[in-house]
């Protein structure tokens, strides 16, 4: 059994139609299916059944993904130890960022693998971090640089080896020349109750903080406005004079026009880190990557007391 189609397998069962496989593994629907009845034709037993316009996994195929995610995890790991072996590190890392965590980490970063593995390959792609997650465990993207708001926490997986690197505050963002913002103070959520907000898109980590704290503490449901994942966006919309968000401390530069304070009713927090699958964390690229992100972290926080470097848990004894 070829992996690919394990893998094609593997997926349907975790995200139930062809359409989302497809979209998640850029393949057509149409030749899913053809390496699916491949696969069919190989174990020499039905695997799906037709649903509709959908399919289902019978018994048999979900029983077979189990395997399949067994082979997949095997098969990474005996790359990895085998990649272990060699000189300095080749390949191809495909690395996800939000945009504020790639502001402040990825040209320093880059810098240093292009000095330290010349012949490593380093691909980065914008994504959020939920269906980056999704991506990862998919093995379309080999790193997550992730954010995790605290009221608002992504999912944890047992197949995904998740290392916090950066801690840091989020205010509050007003205009400059509001008034809530003149003592230099705390501002209360309460206090912007009737204010325009600005978030990220529904499904992000930034609109559920906001969302959340909103909700949960100030008491009401924000009227959110204006909606985009780009930071430096958000704090334009709040120079217009007309808007209030929420920015984490590595973006939320006070200007002319933006006034940023603590969160009076919280001690709000987000937490950027890295996330690679389990099985492929011992890869020297991978371990090389994320010691450049360390490193560039270090850079970016020095000097803050608003950002802080989470220290990196001592491995487990063998």
Known sequence: MELRRLRLLLELSRRGTLAAVADTLAYSPSSISVQLAELEREVGVKLLRRVGRNVQLTPAGWRLAEYAEQALAADEAILTELAGLGGT?????????????????????????????????????????RPALEELRSRAVDLVLGIDYDPAPVARHRDVDRVDLIRERV????????????????????????????????????????????????????DIRHRTDDALILRALVSSGQVVTLLPALIATATERVAVRPVADAEVQRTIFTAVRATA?????????????????????????DVTVIPESPAPPG
């Open 281 to 305: 964390a011992g890869l020297p690229a991978i371990v090389l990557v994320r010691a450049a992100l360390r490193a560039a972290a270090h850079a970016a926080v020095a000097g803050r007391d």
């Open 171 to 222: 205010l509050m963002a007003v205009p400059a020349q509001d008034p809530l913002a003149a003592d230099g103070g705390p501002i209360s959520l309460a206090s912007v109750e009737h204010a325009v907000w600005a978030a990220g898109h529904q499904g992000t980590g930034h609109a559920a903080a906001v969302e959340t704290l909103c909700n949960g503490i100030g008491g009401y449901a924000p």
């Open 89 to 129: 590190p080749r390949g191809q890392v495909r690395v996800t960022f939000v945009q504020t965590s790639a502001l402040a980490l990825l040209p320093h970063a880059l810098g240093t693998l292009a000095d330290q593995a010349p012949d490593l390959r380093i691909e980065v792609f914008q994504r959020e971090t």
